[in-house]
């Protein structure tokens, strides 16, 4: 029966699993970045895509603008 004293004294200490451990702490850690990232990202690329597609629309609004302009000139003239 122990007295007293650090539990450390008595208990081995195994290398290799508290190496183990750590480095699934690492990967953990790693990975929880990559996800926090990888969030950012989607977020970022959904932002683009709505401003890619404002463009587009903006573009074909001004087509049928001058299109419409074009047309009401051409009844207004014959």
Known sequence: MREGGS???????DAAAARIEANERVA???WSGLEYRLGQIEGALDRLEKRV????????AFLLTEGAQVLL???MRG
């Open 7 to 13: 539990r450390f004294l008595y208990d081995s200490f």
């Open 28 to 30: 953990e850690e790693r």
């Open 73 to 75: 000139k051409a009844a």
């Open 53 to 60: 597609w404002l463009g587009v629309y903006g573009v074909a």
